[in-house]
């Protein structure tokens, strides 16, 4: 992308692509083609196809209303293997910065950023109880972020894993008590979590 010209990728997405109109005076061509790159090896050269996905912008207008006396040509290229839609693929790559807030919260809200052994075996083998400890807190986290009898006053889409562990494992105490040949879990009803944490678990219990 660096050695091409904008308006090279610009007429290719013009004769190949598919348009879409954003607004009055900015217009989006989406597209794949195969492109073709060589491999040195030790003894040769392997040639390779891997697939290219496009997005390329023209803007004539700018939102406020000012027309531009030369068009705005921008261009975005992703290199992929999946066969999605371009438009699927794009998406994909856009919400990769929330991918990337859910691989801290496994390193530092989980603490696993350092893996006991130098064997992949054996950290395989860790990671695994802590994608499903990751996951069963990402669910309860959701669920948190849903209910209305959450003590909370700025409303979020999601909450950090650290967020759920503090307010419905550290700050809901309790203790395990044996009563009528049952044990039973006995909390502290004036904290504001308790209601939270008894609404998911009714939700759960019945999964």
Not at 64 to 69: A, F, K, R
Not at 157 to 165: E, G, K, P
Not at 176 to 181: Q, S
Request: proline share 4%.
């Amino acid at each position: 992308m660096r050695r091409e010209k904008p308006e090279t990728w610009y007429a290719i997405a013009q004769q190949n692509g598919t348009m879409i109109k954003k607004r009055e005076g900015k217009i989006v061509y989406l597209g794949s083609q195969k492109v073709e790159f060589k491999e040195k090896t030790e003894n040769d050269e392997v040639n390779h196809q891997i697939r290219l996905i496009y997005k390329v912008t023209e803007e004539t207008i700018l939102p406020d209303g000012q027309t531009l006396l030369m068009p705005k040509i921008e261009v975005d290229t992703y290199w992929t293997s999946l066969p999605d839609e371009p438009k699927v693929i794009i998406e994909l790559y856009e919400k990769h910065g929330t991918s990337e807030q859910f691989h801290s919260e496994i390193k530092t809200d989980l603490d696993l950023e350092r893996l006991p052994s130098g064997k992949f075996a054996t950290n395989n083998l860790v990671l695994h109880p802590g994608v499903l400890a990751y996951n069963i807190l990402r669910i309860i986290g959701q669920m948190m972020v849903c209910s209305t009898k959450t003590p909370l006053r700025k409303k979020a889409q999601r909450r950090r894993i650290r967020t759920v562990i503090h307010n419905l494992i550290y700050y809901l105490a309790c203790r395990l008590v044996y009563h009528a040949r049952q044990y039973k879990l006995s909390f502290g009803h004036h904290s504001p979590w308790f209601l939270v944490f008894k609404e998911i678990y009714q939700k759960l219990s019945y999964v």
